[in-house]
T-cell receptor, first 113, second 113 residues
Framework: DSGVTQTPKHLITATGQRVTLRCSPR?????VYWYQQSLDQGLQFLIQ???????AKGNILERFSAQQFPDLHSELNLSSLELGDSALYFC????????????FGPGTRLTVL | DAKTTQPTSMDCAEGRAANLPCNHS???????VYWYRQIHSQGPQYIIH???NNETNEMASLIITEDRKSSTLILPHATLRDTAVYYC??????????????FGKGTHLIIQP
């Protein structure tokens, strides 16, 4: 158990819909990262938040957005869903300073029908 | 971030040392080498990281060549639970916490009984 929690575990929805994935980082971790893992693209970094502020963007689509709240939990919003958005979405967190490890949550499996 | 090259798959007998190579010939002086692994569809798990010197922790050892163009992850006594995809990642530390990671295809390590 990494200490990072993600909800829901599974999500099934239809094309065109909007969903919200939630992540609670480890206690004390200020950085939160979102990753997408699909069969064809592998594991891709989407976006990073640090203490409520967006810090870095990776391969995140414009239809996707994220935020980190004052209690440090984060939400990833996916809208206008397409079949290709079906994937595992992982959240990770890390301590404040230094080149260090990221602790990954168990993931949310999104299926778009 | 510098690109890494890893073998697609490797086998190792249970109880033996598993040596996983990684080439990162374009690594820059301030980029770190990280190793993560992913067991089935679980969240990736941090193993170890280093800059120049060899590193060891309770899970593994990391050997980085003097020119830093390649590295080897060593699992000293592999068990069946070590069967996983192992990712070698090179990442720049830019301060204020770890940056988003760029995962390649990794090495699928299979531990044989």
């Amino acid at each position: 158990d990494s200490g990072v929690t993600q909800t829901p575990k599974h999500l099934i929805t239809a094309t065109g819909q909007r969903v919200t994935l939630r992540c609670s980082p480890r206690s004390g971790d200020l950085s939160v990262y979102w990753y997408q893992q699909s069969l064809d693209q592998g594991l891709q970094f989407l976006i990073q938040y640090y203490n409520g502020e967006e810090r870095a963007k990776g391969n995140i689509l414009e239809r996707f957005s994220a935020q980190q709240f004052p209690d440090l939990h984060s939400e990833l919003n996916l809208s206008s869903l397409e079949l290709g958005d079906s994937a595992l979405y992982f959240c990770a967190s890390s301590v404040v300073e230094g080149p260090n490890e990221q602790f990954f949550g168990p993931g949310t499996r999104l299926t778009v029908l | 971030d510098a690109k890494t090259t890893q073998p697609t798959s490797m086998d190792c007998a249970e109880g033996r040392a598993a040596n996983l190579p990684c080439n990162h010939s374009t690594i820059s002086g301030n980029e770190y080498v990280y190793w993560y692994r992913q067991i089935h569809s679980q969240g990736p798990q941090y193993i170890i990281h280093g800059l120049k010197n060899n590193e060891t922790n309770e899970m593994a050892s990391l050997i980085i060549t003097e020119d830093r163009k390649s590295s080897t992850l060593i699992l000293p006594h592999a068990t069946l639970r070590d069967t996983a995809v192992y990712y070698c990642i090179v990442s720049l530390y830019s301060g204020g916490g770890a940056d988003g990671l760029t995962f390649g295809k990794g090495t699928h390590l299979i531990i044989q009984p």
